[in-house]
C-alpha cells in the first residue's frame, strides 16, 4: 500500500496575520530607532550650547573682575568738558522677553586681540566693550570690542577691534548690585556714581549676567553669571539676597 504525504500551506488569513504582526513590530522598533536619534541630536546640541555658554562665561568674567575706575584720567580739568567715562558704563536696552544691554568698561588686563604686539608693548589697560548688534536679516550677534588706547569715548575708538564671539545669543541683560542688600540696577555709570572718595566705589561691588543662548533647532538654555568685582565681599556672595 502506498501512503502519499500531503503538504498543506499557510492560509491567506495565516499570512496576512503573520505580516500585520511583522509591520507592527517593525513599526515600533523604528519608531524607537528615531526617537533615540532625535533625543541623541537633542542632548548633542544641549552639550554644544553649554560649552559655548562656559566659554563665553569664562571670557566676560575675565575682562568684569578687571575693571578700574580711573581717577587721573577723570581728574583731569581741562579735559573734563569731553564727556569722558570710565570704570562701567552699563546701558540698558530691554524689549519685551529679552535684552540687548551694552557693557563698556575700562580694564586691566592684557589684550585680547591685539595680539601681533610683545608684552613690553601692551599697556594691559584698554577698553572692552559687549553688546548684542542685529544684522541683516535680523540676525542677532554677540559681539566684543576692545580699542588698544584709553580715550574720551569709552564706547568707540578709531583703533577698535570687534569680534563676533556667538551667532546663537538671543538675551544679553546686566544687572549692578552697589551692595548684597541693595537692589539690582538696570544701568550703571561709574563718573556719576557719588561715593566716599575711593575709586573702587565708583564700580559696582557685583553684577549679574544672564545669557539665553538659542540653537536653529529650537533648544534654549539660560545661564546666570555671577560676577564679584570687589574682591572683599568673597566668593560666594548671592546678588539680590536680603541678609
Keep these: 500500500?502506498?501512503?502519499?504525504?500531503?503538504?498543506?500551506?499557510?492560509?491567506?488569513?495565516?499570512?496576512?496575520?503573520?505580516?500585520?504582526?511583522?509591520?507592527?513590530?517593525?513599526?515600533?522598533?523604528?519608531?524607537?530607532?528615531?526617537?533615540?536619534?532625535?533625543?541623541?541630536?537633542?542632548?548633542?546640541?544641549?552639550?554644544?550650547?553649554?560649552?559655548?555658554l562656559r566659554i563665553l562665561e569664562q571670557i566676560i568674567r575675565n575682562d568684569v573682575q578687571a575693571v578700574v575706575y580711573l581717577d587721573k584720567f577723570m581728574e583731569d580739568p581741562q579735559k573734563r568738558q569731553d564727556g569722558r567715562k570710565s570704570g562701567i558704563y552699563g546701558v540698558d536696552e530691554s524689549g519685551g522677553d529679552f535684552s540687548k544691554d551694552r557693557l563698556h568698561m575700562h580694564v586691566n588686563n592684557i589684550s585680547r586681540f591685539h595680539r601681533n604686539l610683545t608684552t613690553e608693548q601692551d599697556p594691559e589697560l584698554h577698553e572692552v566693550s559687549y553688546y548684542l548688534e542685529e544684522e541683516e536679516g535680523g540676525v542677532l550677534k554677540f559681539k566684543r570690542r576692545e580699542e588698544f588706547f584709553i580715550d574720551a569715548d569709552i564706547t568707540d575708538g578709531e583703533r577698535s577691534i570687534t569680534h563676533t564671539l556667538s551667532s546663537k545669543i538671543a538675551s544679553f541683560d546686566v544687572k549692578y548690585f552697589k551692595s548684597t542688600i541693595e537692589e539690582a540696577a538696570e544701568e550703571w555709570d561709574s563718573s556719576s556714581v557719588l561715593t566716599t572718595g575711593l575709586a573702587a566705589d565708583k564700580v559696582p561691588a557685583g553684577v549679574v549676567i544672564q545669557l539665553r543662548i538659542e540653537s536653529e533647532n529650537g533648544e534654549r538654555l539660560e545661564s546666570d553669571i555671577t560676577i564679584n568685582i570687589q574682591p572683599y565681599m568673597g566668593q560666594y556672595v548671592e546678588w539680590g539676597q536680603k541678609q
Excluded at 503538504?7 to 509591520?23: K, N, T, V, Y
Design 1 to 52: 500500500m502506498r501512503i502519499s504525504a500531503v503538504h498543506q500551506g499557510f492560509s491567506l488569513m495565516e499570512l496576512l496575520i503573520a505580516l500585520s504582526l511583522f509591520a507592527a513590530i517593525a513599526g515600533i522598533l523604528m519608531n524607537s530607532f528615531f526617537q533615540f536619534s532625535r533625543q541623541s541630536q537633542r542632548l548633542e546640541t544641549i552639550l554644544k550650547l553649554r560649552q559655548e
